[in-house]
């Protein structure tokens, strides 16, 4: 807990110290948190990542930030040792509202994967060949790259908790 007045984090922070913020909240939280901030003379930067488990272990997370310009060049050094790509979106929030929109595209790609794999299937047809072809064309995505060989080989391990997308999805929802 960053706001809490008893034992949030901003309690045992220095002025002059750096927060990079990667939980996925509201953008109306983040603001709130930079807002605090602030007050404590703290960089902060809202730093949600997409790229699951998987980008973790690999280094490649994408991380959209929202905050200050001179915050986000401080703290972007580090964030490169285990994102592949960090890119400011704008001032507090931004790097929500950036994650929000994620999470939407990542729910029609997933949902239409799995959709397209059970119709090719129950069409008759070699579902290998299908998704190397359609992978290089215009329906070619992450996730039919990476969903697709896994369903055909049954390995329905999720790479997030679906908590979280669930959680993901109801703050789309309440910003919309």
């Known amino acids: 807990m960053v706001l809490s ?5 901003l309690q045992h922070m220095k002025p002059g110290s750096m927060l990079i913020d990667h939980t996925t909240s509201s953008p109306g939280l983040a603001i709130r948190v930079a807002e605090a901030c602030k007050r404590y003379k703290i960089d902060v930067v809202d730093a949600p990542v997409s790229g699951a488990d998987i980008g973790a272990a690999n280094g490649t997370l994408v991380t959209m930030c929202g905050g200050d310009a001179a915050a986000y060049e401080r703290a972007k050094p580090y964030m490169k040792l285990y994102s592949a790509t960090t890119k400011l979106m704008g001032g507090p929030g931004a790097g929500q509202h950036t994650k929000a929109v994620n999470q939407i595209m ?12 059970v119709y090719g299937h129950k069409a008759g047809l070699d579902l290998n060949e299908v998704l190397n072809l359609l992978s290089q064309g215009a329906a070619g995505s992450f996730m039919m790259s990476t969903l697709g060989p896994r369903m055909l080989k049954r390995d329905f391990e ?9 959680k993901d999805l109801g703050i789309v929802l309440d910003e919309a």
Not at 158 to 165: I, M, Y
């Open 158 to 166: 999720p790479g997030t908790h679906v908590e979280h997308f669930f």
């Open 5 to 9: 007045h008893e034992s949030g984090l």
């Open 106 to 117: 990542i729910a029609a790609n997933m949902i239409g994967t799995v959709e397209a794999m």
